[in-house]
């Protein structure tokens, strides 16, 4: 055996321990590192946000103090069972006046602009924006999905909950108790 093939196992270990373990999704009261969005793949969404379309954005462009952010897969068979609540729950905030407190958004980890307006068009009664390379999905800490998350404008995360949400009154609730 040469040197070479005892000093590479070595060094591949103390690699493999030097590197960073993921930090898993964001918790209640992380902040989020700052991201950049792509251009939402449907225009009417950017002109309803109050967005330039075309144009990337974060979450400090969005109109309100607080998004509900869902991560979704499109082919997520959960994602594509909870998106009813979610078009319902859209409809309650807009009902209750709370549409101006918070911005529902969903970002399609994987999802390529085409596949995203397909599910927009069908399924989801919120603008959502793709993230074919997975770069926003990463920094997240790579969530299973659907991942939910409710974050003010700096990033702080307020609520998360990974997989079905099972009671969307519960969620309604705490959106309602979010602060002015």
């Not at 939402?40 to 309100?64: H, I, K, R, S, Y």
């Not at 607080?66 to 979610?86: A, D, F, K, N, R």
């Not at 859209?90 to 958004?105: E, N, V």
């Amino acid at each position: 055996m040469t040197r070479a093939h005892r000093i590479l196992p070595l060094l591949l270990a103390i690699l493999l321990w030097a590197s960073p373990a993921p930090a898993g999704p964001p918790k209640a009261g992380d902040t989020l590192p700052p991201f950049t969005m792509p251009p939402l793949a449907v225009e009417e969404d950017a002109a309803e946000l109050g967005l330039t379309a075309n144009a990337p954005f974060t979450l400090a462009d969005l109109p309100t103090p607080y998004t509900l952010m869902e991560i979704i897969g499109v082919y997520c068979p959960v994602c594509h069972e909870m998106s009813p609540q979610l078009t319902r729950l859209a409809k309650r905030l807009k009902r209750a006046g709370l549409d101006s407190r918070i911005t529902l958004i969903g970002i399609a980890a994987g999802g390529t602009s085409m596949e995203v307006r397909y599910i927009r068009q069908r399924e989801y009664a919120f603008p959502i924006a793709h993230d074919t390379g997975y770069e926003i999905h990463k920094l997240l800490g790579e969530p299973k999905t659907p991942f939910t998350m409710i974050v003010d404008r700096s990033g702080k995360v307020r609520y998360a909950h990974l997989g079905m949400i099972d009671d969307m009154d519960e969620l309604f609730r705490r959106i309602q108790a979010l602060e002015e």
